[in-house]
């Protein structure tokens, strides 16, 4: 099925309810539809097409249209189609129905929006706010327009609203910090003896305010680098990403060789990626060993990369157009042999792991995420192919020189740490047999195209690239003064730590770490967590020994 | 005299205690780098340690965000005295690429006294076992104002709209 | 159970000893690695397409008065990501392989502060860099009040591109009417 003929069916079954369809590229589909209807087409995408929720914007459009834009996207990964469901909501009446209660992966997504741009979704069950800070003011949204990128609100007290635990158990908080996780989360895990019966999640808090900035400050060719710093481990996925939205907003068509250097970078982040989730994996059950091996093996690829791109982690390599620094070809033996080096120690890290009963007593039948799950929350990556969940945006949507490649979804069926651990050392593999052949296959020719300066207004596009965590997707819509108007940014853990509460749910409290951890590199959920007594509300602290001593 | 006694106290054995004030993770990625076996850290008795309790430095990354000043202050009493904060990357040092967002404060010492700055995005592990060595005085910092760097006047904050 | 486990003592083992002697013995990175970006003074034409470009907007400029221009760079929010020198029409800025920036005040060593002495628009009065090497020994950049030598200039002489394009576009709409 193509998008075209998605956007047929949908204007078939709904009629005059779809106010526009539209296809400027092949596989995206942008459908206006009326606020009202928006529960019944999402459920209908959703539960009679299997689409599969990605993730929803607010953006004010009040300047141009008098209008909020609401937009929920979902994609059809067999058919390779991204669609958009826009709603354009009244200024004066800032509300829309919440898909929630039929799409529960669209949580947080609507709370977002209800928090940035102040739209309301109605019927949402948990309405608590999500992305910014306790204390920030009630009747501020920051991504309108009219408010400015650098209004600071002076700080207040204020505690967070929290869900209260179930009847009858205790409450385990863990967090704020966490020396490496994605982002300093905040959990709270309510525990009846050694079992976990929920959670709750309070999280944002390195919320940077990236979108606004991009949207007020920066020009396009400034927000590549700023788009490599959302996150500090898989900064090249987020610069391609946007990268490739603009580029396809725009119609510029990238060099050959452009793409298939982006996907040698792209290829070595996932394998620096995998390789440093392994080591934090063993530190945080308690193997160190690990830890210390595989970041040994590791850092001769950061010495690489260093080499390649003028920078370890931030190779600031992606502008719009291309790529700024080509690769040497006396420089590929260099890759060749330092992928082979790990190649041949993976190769037996490999050998050692299945025969190893302490770490398979820590992976094997732990951190349970059911395939059913994992589809209805919408996990992505490792942890939805370790649940059997067959995606992968570089096989489903492919994007820069991948079409060209031999790519394998990496998929396993246990559904428990192990499988998602398995899933991770396959793709490594995987990853370097990609970098091989994209070596021997890269053409010759320019790395950068001639950009016209202008980028039309209005225009919007989608992209996504499969980061080592999951799917990344970015949508922008072009504005004026050589600046998007909207950019909308779903890192893969946004969709992944949406179901860690109802997945810790079962478990035994000391496997919390490992099964947060297997998500994402957190490491040290142990670090340090605070022990909150409900009968007499007395904090206290407690250190990772003390931690360790519950343990046993 | 507090910083001889610091000097002293803390040459043999530094333990560390590191928080991420809003990272991206580039830095924090570092900073573990550093412990591990090719720049190995521990031969110069640097240690990261699991509570502010134990800590004599702490190890800054990333911008303040509005979230975390609270707990961060409260970090910062829980490190009992002597103690030394470190800012490690750009974000830290000054704000990094986001310094005017609404959500971020500042860097670092926006909030508390901060002894080292280690500048760099993210700065490479032989960064930051730079820093840690001009920290213990071991070693003499690489970066000075030069005549044309001169400020008018140092005590003098530099005269730009932030 | 012992196999694996002896496959991993092998791991370990073959991989000996690999800790770095630094900071005993410098580890410097290779070329092309992006650390302190130098400014060439000399070389600064004041133009500020770094300052354009910069994706941490650290670079600021001000005209002091209209024959100086003050650049400053704040370079304790520096990203490294090179930018500045890949537009720099004068090639005034290298990123070198300094990374070793270690400090205890970061906002006095880490900034950078020049002043480039410009000319001075007759029209507009603003600084701005003369077109040519000699242009700019001809224009020692006096102010515009201080200039007269009478109607045998040149049309453009000390006047910046912004005023000449101005007054192009009057003269054609002048014309049209």
């Known amino acids: ?552 | 005299m507090l910083e001889e006694l610091c000097k002293k106290a803390f040459f043999k054995s530094l333990w560390l205690y590191h928080t991420n004030t809003g990272a991206c993770n580039g830095c924090d990625i570092e900073v573990i780098d550093v412990l591990t076996p090719y720049y190995d850290a521990e031969r110069f008795g640097i240690k990261l340690v699991g509570s502010p309790r134990h800590a004599d430095v702490l190890i800054c990354c990333g911008p303040v965000t509005r979230q975390v000043v609270p707990a961060l202050k409260r970090l910062y009493e829980a490190v009992p005295d002597p103690k030394l904060v470190v800012a490690v990357g750009s974000c830290a040092c000054g704000g990094g690429i986001w310094y005017d967002s609404y959500n971020i404060v500042g860097g670092v010492d926006t909030v508390l006294p901060v002894d080292y700055y280690i500048q760099g995005c993210p700065p490479r592990p032989e960064a930051i076992l730079h820093g840690v060595a001009v920290a213990l005085g071991l070693l003499d910092k690489q970066v000075a104002p030069e005549a044309l760097r001169q400020l008018p006047d140092s005590s003098e904050s530099v005269p730009i709209e932030d | 159970m012992i196999l694996s486990k002896l496959k991993q003592a092998l791991i370990c083992l073959l991989a000996g000893r690999v800790t770095l002697p630094y900071p005993a013995k410098p580890h410097p990175p290779d070329e092309g690695f992006r650390g302190y970006p130098e400014v060439d003074v000399d070389k600064c034409i004041g133009c500020g397409a770094c300052a354009a470009v910069c994706p941490a907007r650290l670079i600021k400029i001000e005209d002091l008065d209209q024959t100086t221009r003050r650049i400053t760079r704040l370079l304790e929010r520096c990203i490294f990501c090179g930018r500045c020198a890949e537009v720099c029409p004068e090639d005034a800025i290298t990123m070198t392989r300094q990374f070793e920036l270690a400090s205890d005040q970061a906002r006095q060593d880490l900034t950078h502060q020049c002043e480039i002495f410009m000319a001075t628009c007759r029209r507009c009065g603003a600084c701005y860099q003369p077109a040519t090497p000699l242009d700019r020994i001809m224009q020692p950049g006096f102010r515009s009040d201080e200039i007269d030598r009478g109607g045998d200039l040149c049309q453009y002489e000390n006047v910046c591109l912004e005023s000449q394009q101005a007054e192009n576009t009057t003269a054609t709409v002048g014309e049209g009417e």
């Not at chain 1, 690769?327 to 037996?348: F, H, L, N, T």
């Not at chain 1, 246990?414 to 490594?428: F, I, K, P, S």
């Not at chain 1, 946004?494 to 860690?500: I, M």
């Open chain 1, 1 to 552: 099925m193509t998008a075209q003929e998605l956007g047929a069916s949908l204007q078939q079954t709904f009629g005059d309810k779809i106010l526009q369809v539209n296809s400027p590229q092949p596989g995206r589909l942008y459908v206006t539809i009326d606020p009202d209807s928006v529960v019944e087409v999402a459920a209908h995408l959703q539960d009679d097409l299997g689409c599969r929720f990605v993730v929803n914007a607010g953006t004010d459009r009040r300047r141009q249209r008098g209008k909020f834009l609401i937009t929920h996207f979902f994609a059809k990964d067999e058919d390779g189609i991204y669609i958009a469901l826009h709603a354009e909501v009244d200024e004066d009446d800032p509300r829309i129905p919440s898909i929630t209660p039929v799409v529960p992966a669209a949580n947080w997504g609507e709370r977002e929006f209800h928090d940035m741009v102040g739209v309301v979704p109605e019927g949402h069950p948990d309405p608590r706010r999500l992305v910014l800070a306790d204390d920030w003011p009630e009747d501020l949204y920051p991504l309108r327009w009219d408010v400015e990128h650098g209004i600071k609100p002076p700080i207040a007290d204020c505690t967070p609203e929290r869900k209260p635990p179930p009847e009858g158990s205790s409450v385990v908080p863990i967090g704020p910090y966490f020396p490496a996780l994605e982002e300093p989360a905040y959990f709270r895990i309510f525990v009846e003896g050694e079992e976990v019966v929920g959670a709750d999640y309070r999280g944002f808090y390195n919320h940077r305010g990236i979108e606004k900035v991009g949207c007020s400050v920066l020009t396009y060719n400034q927000i590549p680098f700023i788009a490599e710093r959302i996150c500090g481990i898989c900064g090249c996925v987020h610069s391609t990403c946007y990268c490739q939205a603009i580029e396809q907003a725009a119609g510029i068509e990238i060099p050959l060789r452009a793409k298939y250097l982006r996907t040698i970078m792209l290829e070595l982040e996932r394998i620096q990626s995998h390789l440093l989730w392994l080591g934090i994996a063993g530190h945080i059950i308690g193997f160190d060993t690990v830890l210390m091996q595989v970041w040994r093996m590791r850092e001769p690829l950061m010495w690489l990369c260093e080499r390649l791109t003028g920078n370890r982690k931030t190779y600031a390599t992606n502008v719009i157009g291309g790529v700024r620094r080509d690769i040497e070809p006396d420089a590929y033996d260099d890759v060749r042999s330092v992928i082979k080096e790990i190649e041949r120690e993976w190769q037996a890290l490999y050998d050692s792991i299945p025969g190893d009963t302490t770490l398979m007593a820590r992976l094997r039948g732990t951190g349970m995420l059911p395939k059913d799950m994992a589809i209805e929350h919408c996990a992505v990556g490792p942890t939805g192919r370790g649940s059997g969940v067959e995606i992968d945006v570089r096989v489903d949507h492919p994007y820069a020189a991948y079409d060209r490649l031999d790519v394998k979804k990496c998929v396993h069926d246990g559904c428990d740490n192990l499988a998602r651990t398995l899933v991770r050392l396959d793709e490594t593999l995987v990853s370097i047999g990609i970098i091989r052949q994209a070596l021997d296959d890269i053409p010759e020719g320019p790395v950068l195209a001639e950009v016209s300066e202008d980028i039309p207004a209005g225009r919007q596009a989608i992209s996504t690239v499969e980061a080592p965590r999951g799917e990344v997707f970015h949508w922008v819509l072009t504005g004026e003064d050589n600046r998007p108007e909207r950019w909308r940014v779903r890192a893969p853990t946004y969709a992944n730590l949406q179901v860690v509460p109802p997945m810790l749910a079962g478990s035994a409290l000391a496997d919390v770490p490992i099964n947060i951890g297997s998500f994402d590199p957190c490491f040290s959920c142990t670090d340090r967590m605070e022990v909150l007594d409900i009968n007499s509300g007395q904090l206290r602290t407690c250190s990772a020994e003390d931690l360790s001593n519950c343990r046993r």
